[in-house]
């Protein structure tokens, strides 16, 4: 088995990269695929005939060199657009929601949506099938007012 991996040194290459793909998909942070692309680099230098101490070298400058240069450029690309634009969360402040089991100030159900949320009412009790307006969300727990009390502000 070694004797054939000390012939082979591509497939250590492909193991390599396929791990950091598998680990940037769970992580999502841009960081394990820099290293996959420096596996990459080493893959193309075993084909080439390099060996292997020149391999290890080429995969850790093209690593690092991906690292300092081109996730910078990658995470701005991918933060691009409107500062003021809401996402996930942050959409759901303000909008309606349909108390399906009765919020109190410690539990109750809402539809956000098409979601439910567990939500607690910000002040009294609010019966099943009255329409509230998301004020804050706290962890996963949506914090409702009255849209009586809302209108009134």
């Known amino acids: ?59 850790c400058v093209v690593s690092l060199l991906m690292i300092v240069f081109v996730r910078p450029v990658a995470l701005n690309h991918l933060r691009k657009g409107p500062t003021e634009q809401l996402s996930n969360i942050d959409r759901l402040i303000g909008q309606p929601a349909l108390v399906i089991e009765a919020v109190s100030s410690t539990s109750g159900l809402v539809k956000i949506g098409g979601d439910v949320w567990s939500a607690r009412s910000a002040a009294g009790v609010i019966d099943a099938g009255a329409t509230v307006q998301v004020t804050k969300i706290d962890g996963a727990t949506a914090v409702v007012a009255s849209a009586a009390d809302n209108s009134s502000r």
């Open 1 to 59: 088995m070694f004797e054939w991996l000390g012939e082979n040194w591509w497939a250590l290459w492909l193991t390599v990269f396929l791990a950091f793909a598998v680990v940037e998909m769970l992580t999502l942070d841009l960081f394990f695929i820099m290293l996959g692309g420096g596996a990459l680099a080493g893959l193309i230098a075993d084909f080439a005939g390099a060996d292997f101490w020149l391999q290890i070298v080429i995969f």
